[in-house]
């Protein structure tokens, strides 16, 4: 069973920057892939930033330029370092564990809020 904590959640002024952490339990952190979602009220959840077992990332085109994915394998952890925020940036973020045979874990998500 895998668990998923977020952390670092909060309330930025525009153009300021957060970093968002997600700790997993469990033994399969290093061989899945991981992913940050955001959904904003009455939106979708959407793809922010994934990155790879191997270390490859993507981003949204969103916020590419912006936001950058990275991960731990010795602590099991996830980061996503968010600059340049915007207003539309405002979301709850939910923490993502794919596992190798497409399972999926979230996180409870973590409010951010960015404002003008």
């Known amino acids: 069973q895998v668990q998923l904590v977020e952390s670092g959640g909060g309330l930025v002024q525009s153009g300021g920057s957060l970093r968002l952490s997600c700790a997993a339990s469990g033994r399969i952190f290093s061989i899945s892939d991981m992913g940050w979602y955001r959904q904003a009220p009455g939106k979708q959840r959407e793809l922010v930033a994934r990155?790879?077992?191997?270390?490859?990332?993507n981003y949204a085109d969103s916020v590419k330029g912006r936001f950058t994915i990275s991960r731990d394998n010795t602590k099991n952890t996830v980061y996503l370092q968010m600059n340049s925020l915007k207003p539309e940036d405002t979301a709850v973020y939910y923490c993502n564990l794919r596992t190798p045979t497409y399972y999926n874990y979230w996180g409870q998500g973590t409010q951010v809020t960015v404002s003008s």
């Open positions: 990155i790879t077992s191997g270390g490859n990332t």
